[in-house]
């Protein structure tokens, strides 16, 4: 069974930075793709970052280039994204996921997708 649960959003001013964590269930750390969407009010949900199942390629959206870095740690069962110099339009809902392939991630829909709950990001200016 693939089970995700995401921590570590929160509120921050602008420039700042924040961590989210995403644990994963054995299941889908050994089979799938990991990564982020998130949606902020209004808009479509869009991919964020993916790593790939042996840790060794990322995918980042133009957006988060030079910003954000997406890391996994097989041994907790758990991915990352570290969040620096955080803006106002990086405020939305962020949400774990985990997908056969990264090339999945720019797409808003997928065969075999899995999403967490969801967790907030709130970036003030």
């Known amino acids: 069974q693939v089970q995700l649960a995401e921590s570590g959003g929160g509120s921050v001013q602008a420039g700042g930075s924040l961590r989210l964590s995403c644990a994963v269930s054995e299941l889908a750390r050994v089979l799938y793709n990991m990564g982020w969407f998130r949606q902020a009010p209004g808009k479509e949900r869009e991919g964020v970052s993916c790593i790939s199942s042996n840790g060794r390629s990322m995918w980042y959206a133009d957006s988060v280039k030079g910003r954000f870095a997406i890391s996994r740690d097989n041994r907790a069962n758990t991915i990352y994204l570290q969040m620096n110099s955080l803006r106002s339009e990086d405020t939305a809902m962020y949400y774990c996921?985990?997908?056969?392939?990264?090339?999945?991630?720019?797409?808003?829909?997928?065969?075999?997708?899995?999403w967490g709950q969801g967790t907030q990001v709130t970036v003030s200016s």
């Open positions: 996921a985990a997908d056969l392939a990264c090339s999945n991630f720019s797409m808003m829909k997928s065969t075999d997708r899995y």
